[in-house]
Structures are given as C-alpha cells and as structure tokens.
C-alpha cells in the first residue's frame, strides 16, 4: 500500500514540474502557423480592421456614453487594443441631428491628409497620432503610436 501512495505521489510531482515547465516556456505558434487573422470590430455601426496580434485593452472601451457639449450633444463609442508593442484606438464622436463640419472634425488642430480614401486631419503628439475624419453626422478617430497602423484600421 506505501508503494502505490509513492508511486501516485511521484507522478503527481512529475506532472506538476512537467506542467510548470511547459507554462514557463513561451511557445510562439505564430513562428509556426503564421499570425493569427486580422478581426473585423464594428463600432457605432462602423467596421474597423484590426491585426490579428492585437487584444482588446477593455479600459478603453466607452458604449453609448452621453456627453452634452455646450452646443452639441454626442453619444461616444470607444474601443482599444494594444499587442506587445503598440497600440490602437477607435473613437466615434455621434451627434446625432448634427452634421459635423471642419472645425469639428479637426478638434486637434491637425493637418489636412487623406488616408485610405478618406479625407481627414492628422494630429500627432508626445503619446502618437490621431487621424480624424466625418461619416454623416459621426467624427471617426483613429489613435496609434505607429502612424502606419491607421490606414489599415479604415481600409
């Protein structure tokens, strides 16, 4: 009978090491399969690609939040990701009976630039860059530390 106990607690160790060893490993199966897919993430009604190595930072996701600016009132939608060494984000600003005009599409006091078809203003500054444009009565803005990765996002 203390033979069976040794045995089941030696297997027992053996599998808790093997399991500790092999979590301690990083496997990086995209070296493998390739990257994961890009996601395809509606917002608001609008569709945004994002790469497949970037996961949802959820301390930036806003649904429907109000806010009552003086003259205009908007409903905000935000969502974030970020992979090991950017980040991305998406704004829509939706002021519902408003159709937004320069000035309120270029809130950042950007400069004028067209991105995947789309005119907008691009705005960078010490944490990276926005790119903004209007879709009816909504301002788009699309944030990253990489400006490459904006284009992609809207394509």
Known sequence: ?????????????????????????DFNL????????????????ETFHIPGTFKENTNVTKNATERDYYLFKST?????????????????FDYENTQPDK??????????????GL?????????????SYGK???VISIQSDNEALIGPVIA
């Not at 905000?76 to 984000?89: L, P, R, S, V």
């Not at 270029?106 to 991105?115: D, F, L, V």
């Not at 005119?119 to 790119?131: E, I, L, P, Q, W």
């Open 103 to 116: 000035d309120l599409i270029n809130y950042n006091n950007g400069t004028a630039k067209n991105i995947s």
């Open 1 to 25: 009978m203390n033979k069976k106990i040794l045995f089941a607690l030696s297997v027992a160790v053996v599998a808790i090491v093997a399991i500790g060893t092999v979590s301690a490993i």
């Open 76 to 92: 905000e939608y935000a969502k974030g990701y970020q992979n090991e060494t950017n980040f991305i984000n998406i704004l829509i």
């Open 30 to 45: 995209g070296s493998i399969f390739g990257p994961p897919p890009d996601q395809n993430v509606t917002l608001d009604g």
């Open 119 to 131: 005119k907008g203003f691009m705005y960078s500054d010490a944490v990276g860059y926005t790119f």
């Open 136 to 138: 009816g009565n909504k």
